[in-house]
């Protein structure tokens, strides 16, 4: 098991969010909510383990859930969530870890029950991050009885994640595990697993919630609604309250960093985040935020529009009828000077198709076509391409055609 790990990428499993000075961990739970995690999306994950003296914060009250872990702070939060000892007394030292180092001992301890290991150097850099593979891993392997977690396989890992075949091949067996076991859990997309990025304090409060609760060391808050689909459970949620009528309004967002660019009769495939929590008329919650809503774009006049076919919901799929309102078409702006619309210019049919076979595009950009436009006769436009722009985190309304109806449990 280990010998797939002692890779410069892999040479550990394990990592903690510990010692007072870093904000981690703690033999006294501080109170929460911290200062900082009120409405972020990890925000019951991280009180979970907080009141369980798991995780702690800073001084000043914050907990600061986008910074990265390091392995010695993540050998820190697995000693404590798991209450490792080293009763063999066996100490496993690293070079680049003296006797003196805050972590000396958890990382010690951690090695000892073989959850981390150090690189083929003897190194165990323990300021480097951790990453999100590198912390499901270990989570997964502490776990233990990984027998008893419903087979898994690698073909779960590409069916479900855009991005599976970024997982190192070392550790794409415990992924799989860890999938099965509901360890995993992405944010605000997810169907995105970004497996070699740093693990933040967030993210690791919520693998590390999860793995807890599978080994029967943390009782589930709120079971049903807590889950990766629905990562901020909202009070109130029942899913037996299960009828939304026809014409209600539901808000998404797109869960992508960049923008989204969408040429015309472009049909494409999408999911989006539920963004504020969809009620019935009673005021009950039906569909929580964070839930996930599968879908497309497909060609409408003037533009595009987001079509749904399905969301899920307390981890269930269910079939959903709503759609968008056109998103217009505009200029490209990846094709405009200073950002503004410049107008059309008239060039040469040789100089654009030289310009054509330069760029590999069927639209060439209108800088492109400013410079060549000296230069050619005057035969001709071209201009910068129409096409959808969907901005990150932008708010993209449904209206129910159908009514929704969750099945009852």
């Given at each position: 098991m280990f010998s797939s790990l002692l890779t410069p990428r892999a040479a550990w499993t394990g990592l903690v969010l510990s010692g007072a000075m870093l904000g981690i961990h703690c033999q006294i739970a501080m109170a929460a909510p911290?200062?900082?995690?009120?409405?972020?999306?990890?925000?019951?994950?991280?009180?979970?383990?907080s009141s369980q003296g798991v995780l702690n914060g800073f001084p000043d009250g914050t907990f600061r859930p986008n910074e990265p872990v390091t392995r010695a702070q993540f050998a820190t939060i697995i000693n404590t969530a798991f209450r490792l000892s080293n009763t063999a007394g066996t100490s496993i030292g690293f070079r680049d870890v003296p006797y003196t180092h805050w972590a000396a001992n958890a990382?010690?301890?951690?090695?000892?029950?073989?959850?981390?290991?150090?690189?083929?150097?003897?190194t165990y850099r323990p300021e480097q991050p951790v990453t999100r593979t590198e912390s499901l891993v270990v989570l997964t392997?502490?776990?233990?009885?990984?027998?008893?977690?419903?087979?898994?396989?690698?073909?779960?890992?590409?069916?479900?994640?855009?991005?599976?075949?970024?997982?190192?091949?070392?550790?794409?067996?415990?992924?799989?595990?860890?999938?099965?076991?509901g360890l995993i859990v992405n944010y605000p997309d997810p169907m995105l697993l970004e497996p070699n990025r740093a693990a933040t304090r967030a993210e690791v409060a919520a693998?590390?919630?999860?793995?807890m609760v599978n080994r029967g060391s943390l009782?589930?808050?709120?079971?049903?609604s807590f889950n990766p689909y629905n990562p901020a459970p909202q009070p109130g949620f029942n899913l037996r309250l299960s009828t939304l009528a026809a014409g209600t309004l539901m808000q998404t967002t797109s869960p992508f960093n960049e923008r989204l660019y969408i040429?015309?009769?472009?049909?494409?495939?999408?999911s989006l985040i539920v963004h504020n929590p969809i009620r019935n008329a009673q005021g009950d919650i039906v569909v929580p935020y964070g839930s996930r809503v599968d879908g497309r774009f497909e060609p409408a006049a003037g533009g595009t529009r987001f079509v749904a076919e399905s969301v899920i919901v307390n981890n269930q799929l269910f079939p959903l009828a709503a759609?968008?309102?056109?998103?217009?078409?505009?200029?490209?702006?990846?094709?405009?000077?200073?950002?503004?619309?410049?107008?059309?210019?008239a060039i040469g049919a040789a100089a654009g198709a030289i310009l054509g076979l330069v760029t590999?595009?069927?639209?060439?950009?209108?800088?492109?076509?400013l410079g060549a436009g000296a230069a050619g006769a005057v035969i001709g436009n071209v201009t910068a391409p129409q096409v959808v722009v969907v901005d990150p985190n932008q708010v993209i309304e449904l209206r129910l055609t159908q009514d929704l109806a969750l099945a009852r449990q």
């Open positions: 911290f200062r900082d995690t009120s409405g972020h999306w990890a925000q019951t994950y991280i009180e979970a383990l990382i010690s301890t951690a090695a000892a029950n073989n959850l981390v290991a150090g690189f083929p150097d003897g392997n502490a776990i233990g009885n990984t027998s008893a977690i419903p087979a898994a396989q690698p073909g779960d890992l590409f069916s479900r994640y855009r991005d599976a075949a970024a997982i190192p091949n070392w550790a794409v067996p415990q992924i799989a595990a860890a999938n099965r076991a693998f590390t919630y999860q793995a009782v589930a808050q709120n079971p049903g040429a015309p009769n472009e049909t494409r495939p999408i759609q968008s309102d056109v998103i217009h078409d505009v200029k490209d702006p990846r094709y405009t000077t200073s950002g503004k619309i410049i107008q059309d210019a590999g595009d069927n639209a060439i950009a209108t800088e492109e076509v």
